[in-house]
Structure formats: C-alpha cells, structure tokens
C-alpha cells in the first residue's frame, strides 16, 4: 500500500446534515419542498448538475445558470457550516500515523474548490495531504472513476497500491471503478448497504490504522 485517496463529504468531515439543511433552503428558494427520501434519491452523493436539474423538473440551462445555481447554493452551505466545521472522529490521529508510515495521501471529492479549501483549511489539514482534487479538475464526476485515476498519477501510484475512503454509493461505485480497494464510511449510509459494496466498513477513523489496513490486505506491502 502506497496511497490513501480520502472522498471529503461525509468521510473528512460529516458535512451531509449541513448539505441537507442547505438544499431545503435553496429548494424553498424556488418554491419547492425537499423530503428525506428526496435527498438520498436525488441528491446524495450526486453532482450538483443533477441536483439542479432535479431541482428545475429538468429545464434546459446553459452551463453558465447550472455553475451559477450551484455555486448560490454552495455559498449558503458555507454560510451554515462555518462555525460547525469537524471532522470525522480519529481522522487526524490516522492521518498522522499514515505519514509517519511513509504512505501518500490525497483528497479526491465532487465538491467545488471553494468547499475543499474551506473544509481543509478549517480544519487545519492541509499539511497532511501530498494532493487536493476538486471537481473542476476532472471532466467526468463521479461515478466515474476519473478523479480517482487522476489522483493516483498525482501521487506516481497504481490503483493496486491503492485505498480509497468513500461515504457514498456514487462515490464508492468510483473507486471501485478505479481498481483501488474500498473501505465504506458509514456516516451516510448505514453499513448493512455498504458491506456487500466494499472491502471493509468503519464508522469512524476511531475504528482505522495502518496496522488493520495491513491486516485486511496483507498482500499489500507497506
């Protein structure tokens, strides 16, 4: 193992209740209401191009109205998650022991690039990823496993070398794609939908080291 590629909604930081409080915020905007089943079919894990065209019964946009809609709505989930930005228990302590292992370690999310320097810089990460990947940096979103690959050639690594961390079906359906192993983080789905998806659940970093990883992969050599 040479690589520990980290998904950040829901996985660096539990952003997804703030995300929702958003989206029915900006839904009521529009006039429209958003229900919990709502959110998990329609906006979970889905690129904010899908979102809005859920949003507006599927309306023609111009690029320029869907990257501006999302960003009004980015901004206001800014503005709600400021004072409550943490992240996922035993993340730092993990991070620390996978840098003192030697093993590369990047962010590879959906989210624009003004949520990923918020989220990281907030936290106070930024030291200990070797690489940050937003959605402007690929053309294809997740599930396709585009950002993954990208994020692995930043590193110089292969996907066998290769963990990802993933909260989402979308997103774990990306890392899949990509060739690396997937371990589900069970902050937005519960583990009994993730198990048969994955390689391994946790439902914290409190449950994570580089010592299990070895244990549930010792094929892969630190």
């Given at each position: 193992?040479?690589?520990?590629?980290?998904?950040?909604?829901?996985?660096?930081?539990?952003?997804?209740?703030?995300?929702?409080?958003?989206?029915?915020?900006?839904?009521?905007?529009?006039?429209?209401?958003?229900s919990d089943d709502e959110f998990v079919e329609y906006?979970?894990?889905?690129?904010?191009?899908?979102?809005?065209?859920?949003?507006?019964?599927?309306?023609?946009?111009?690029?320029?109205?869907?990257?501006?809609?999302?960003?009004?709505?980015?901004?206001?989930?800014?503005?709600?998650?400021k004072d409550a930005v943490q992240p996922v228990a035993g993340l730092e302590t993990f991070l620390k022991s996978l840098k003192a292992a030697g093993i590369k370690t990047?962010?590879?999310?959906?989210?624009?690039?003004?949520?990923?320097?918020?989220?990281?810089?907030?936290?106070?990460?930024?030291p200990y990823f070797d690489a940050l990947l937003n959605e402007g940096l690929v053309t294809n979103p997740k599930p396709d496993p585009e950002i993954y690959l990208k994020a692995m050639d930043m590193l110089g690594v292969t996907p066998a070398e290769s963990i990802v961390f993933e909260d989402s079906l979308t997103g774990i359906k990306a890392g899949k794609?990509?060739?690396?192993?997937?371990?589900?983080v069970s902050t937005t789905e519960p583990e009994a939908t993730l198990r048969p998806l994955v390689d391994d659940v946790i439902r914290d970093f409190t449950e994570m080291?580089?010592?299990r990883l070895q244990a549930l992969f010792p094929e892969i050599v630190f």
């Open positions: 193992m040479k690589a520990v590629i980290f998904d950040m909604d829901g996985v660096i930081a539990d952003t997804n209740p703030h995300h929702q409080i958003a989206w029915r915020k900006y839904y009521e905007r529009y006039g429209k209401t958003l906006i979970s894990g889905k690129h904010n191009n899908h979102i809005i065209a859920h949003l507006f019964d599927g309306k023609p946009l111009t690029a320029d109205e869907s990257r501006q809609l999302a960003y009004e709505k980015e901004a206001l989930f800014r503005e709600l998650y990047a962010v590879a999310t959906s989210a624009p690039v003004e949520n990923l320097d918020f989220v990281i810089d907030a936290l106070g990460f930024r794609s990509s060739g690396a192993r997937v371990v589900g080291s580089p010592e």
